[in-house]
């Protein structure tokens, strides 16, 4: 990422980001293939499409008016 973009994108997330992920950020800027102390979770996005996606292939069509 260039200098500017990161001044631009990044940077106003300085105070609300965890200080060792914010150590770990720059690190990654300077050397992107060392790797970073810091746990990284991955998109929730991802895990909930999984989710939704086998609740969909498990639903069975019923009748809901039927007494």
Partial sequence: MVQ??????????????????????????????????????PERWAMHEVEISTWIDRKTISNKYSI
């Fill in 4 to 41: 500017g973009r990161f001044i631009e994108k990044i940077m106003p997330y300085k105070r609300i980001l965890d200080k060792q992920l914010w150590k770990d950020i720059i690190q990654h800027m300077v050397i992107p293939d060392q790797p970073v102390k810091s746990n990284i979770l």
